[in-house]
């Protein structure tokens, strides 16, 4: 659901963006005024695991169409909503910056759609009443697949709304959303169940970790558990699960070629804002695509091989990984250090 520059005006595209910054505003300061310092070394551990989670596509059946975690949902259960969106607003920078993935137009449209619906609607509203305190894993993974469906079907709205909103008379909001809100409900299914699978391996090796609201707090030995598998489960998904990504067009994709017969816009702004932020992504973007920028500008007949064994995409897995992990990480430490300062 990641947007192009294409489908946003810069007066909507701008308005996400203070859209997204205020809400990251008040998001630091949330989390800089919380007491438990528990969840900052997850911070940046749950945004590289996120990172490369983003990077396997899963085939939808029937559909020729593919989907991926977006993982906002994931980051709020074990984070908190605040540091959570924090999280989910660092794996989307780096994915916009470092890998052309996503425009800079489109940037808050895209944290707002993947972050403010799964962390401030979706886990407070359904995900917590819904799994109740002390869930069983029947109940938490109802509640996880609920939770996820709803945060990546009003993701999807945003999406529709924000182009429509833009004047992209190519995507009529009826055809458009009769496309987007049915793929997107399949993908959230996955998004339930795989973060249920995570939470669950979460309880079981640090149950402080999903209890601190109702006053628990977590092991030592728990956490590093919860770390080590995170960052192993991260490296193999970033260095080898990736070459199984699914070939075929994401849910946005999709349903842009459904209703315009391509899967992306053509830039129609020359000279703008549009061309000026496209050459910023360009000179920053040093793996565009996920993969070595000669192997993305010359592709060759062994693209369209599966599985997609390159290790440029590989490359891309470890390094976006950890600066995902050091941009959210440090962004976790920063606010605890003001914290600390401000009560000297």
């Known amino acids: ?62 559909t020729g169409s593919s989907g991926h975690l977006g993982g906002g949902l994931l980051l709020a259960v074990l984070l908190g909503p605040h540091a959570a969106f924090l999280a989910i607003a660092s794996v989307l920078a780096i994915q916009a910056l470092f890998f052309a993935d996503g425009g800079l137009l489109a940037l808050g449209a895209n944290i707002f759609n993947l972050g403010f619906f799964p962390c401030f609607v ?72 795989v973060t249920a699978a995570v ?53 946005l994709e999709w349903s842009i070629a459904g209703v315009t017969g391509h899967e992306e816009l053509p830039a129609t702004e020359e000279g703008g804002i549009k061309t000026a932020l496209a050459g910023i992504q360009e000179r920053l973007a040093f793996l565009p695509d996920y993969t070595f920028r000669d192997a993305a500008a010359t592709p060759s007949e062994s693209n369209g091989a599966w599985p997609a064994v390159d290790p440029g995409t590989s490359t891309a897995g470890f390094i976006g990984g950890l600066l995902t992990l050091l941009l959210a990480g440090l962004v976790g430490l920063l606010l605890r250090k003001i914290r600390h300062n401000n009560r000297l």
Not at 230 to 245: H, I, N, Q
């Open 122 to 193: 979706a886990y407070p509203f359904l995900y917590k009443p819904l799994a109740g305190p002390n869930p069983t894993s029947g109940r938490m993974v109802f509640a996880a697949v609920a939770a996820g469906v709803a945060g990546l079907q009003l993701g999807a709205l945003g999406v529709v709304a924000e182009t429509v909103a833009s004047g992209i008379s190519a995507l009529p909001f009826k055809n458009f959303i009769l496309l987007m809100l049915p793929i997107h409900l399949a993908i959230g299914l996955v998004e339930g169940l």
């Open 1 to 62: 659901m990641h947007m192009a520059d294409a489908l946003l005006s810069p007066a909507v595209g701008g308005t996400m963006w203070a859209a997204t910054a205020a809400t990251i505003g008040y998001c630091s300061r949330k989390v800089r005024l919380a007491a438990d310092d528990s969840r900052v070394p997850l911070m940046g551990v749950l945004g590289a695991f996120v990172f490369t989670a983003q990077m396997i596509n899963f085939t939808i059946p029937a």
């Open 199 to 251: 939470v669950n391996f979460v309880r079981q090796a640090d149950p402080g970790l999903l209890r601190a609201e109702a006053g628990g707090s977590p092991r030592g030995l728990g956490l590093r558990r919860v770390v080590v598998g995170l960052l192993a489960s991260a490296l193999v998904a970033g260095g080898a699960l990736s070459w199984f990504a699914s070939t075929r067009p994401d849910g």
